[in-house]
């Protein structure tokens, strides 16, 4: 990044004026600089976005992901702040019998009946590429910097799992391809909760409370009408 007055960069000019004044506009830090470019070109990285629609809504009374939250169905929230940092999204849809998500790609569950875990093995197994973000459907508080987050920590982990005061959030993950050897091993031996796998995994919980995106309603879920009247 060069200097905000002579666009020459601090390398060379140490922030002076061609003349040789010193300049009293000056760039934003290189660091930042480069953080903005990472975040604004994160959507081009092979990356699938999993939404977990395959529950079945049983404290809400009817199928919420198609739930009409705040002018607009509770699953596109979810959809929307994947979108801009994958060049995929698929819907793990649960039965294959169930309606799928117009213009994503729905992936039924190959193990049925094992809860989220059965739809996030099917979806990794169906998916282009060896990064993936997991979120379920009912999150519509989730923003795309949570997911660049994940992205930018996951080197060298099979799974990065947000943290925020101290509560770990395993539905909101990052997931590398190589861990469907053990997801399914878990389904085959009946342990259908993916916290059961970490253990088993290069899992990173990274804290995400004191970052930008942070709100009291990121991880916020609908899990019953009263929840979607807040």
Same mark, same amino acid.
């Given at each position: ?15 002076? @004026? %061609?003349?040789?004044?010193?300049? @009293? ?10 953080? $903005? ?6 959507? +081009? ?6 939404? #977990?629609?395959?529950? %079945? ?14 002018? %607009? ?9 994947? *979108? ?6 698929? *819907? ?31 979806? #990794? ?6 990064? +993936? #973000?997991?979120?379920?459907? /009912? ?14 920590? $996951?080197?060298?982990?099979?799974? =990065? ?16 391809? $190589?861990?469907?050897? =053990? ?12 916290? /059961? ?5 290069? @899992? ?10 942070? $709100? ?10 009263? /929840?979607?009247?807040?």
């Amino acid at each position: 990044m060069g200097c905000a007055v002579c666009e020459t960069r601090f390398a060379v000019c140490g922030g002076k @004026t %061609k003349a040789g004044n010193a300049c @009293t506009k000056r760039a934003e830090p290189i660091l930042f600089v480069l953080y $903005s470019w990472q975040k604004n070109n994160m959507q +081009n990285n092979r990356v699938t976005g999993i939404i #977990l629609a395959g529950g %079945k809504s049983n404290r809400f009374g009817t199928d919420k992901t198609r739930f009409i939250y705040r002018e %607009k169905p509770l699953i596109e929230w979810v959809k929307e702040a994947l *979108v801009p940092v994958c060049c995929e999204c698929v *819907v793990g849809t649960g039965s294959p019998d169930r309606l799928g998500i117009e213009g994503l790609r729905n992936i039924p569950d190959r193990y049925e009946n094992c809860g989220p875990l059965g739809g996030i093995f099917s979806c #990794l197994e169906a998916s282009r590429y060896a990064d +993936n #973000l997991v979120a379920a459907c /009912d999150l519509p508080g989730l923003h795309p910097d949570l997911f660049r987050f994940l992205l930018q920590n $996951s080197e060298g982990y099979q799974a =990065v799992v947000p943290v925020h005061y101290g509560r770990v959030e395993p539905l909101v993950c990052y997931l590398h391809q $190589s861990v469907l050897g =053990v997801l399914e091993k878990q389904l085959q031996c009946g342990r259908y909760k993916l916290q /059961d796998a970490f253990p088993l995994l290069r @899992t990173r919980f990274p804290r995400v409370e004191g970052e930008a995106f942070y $709100s009291s309603r990121l991880f916020a879920n609908i899990n019953t009408l009263s /929840d979607a009247a807040l």
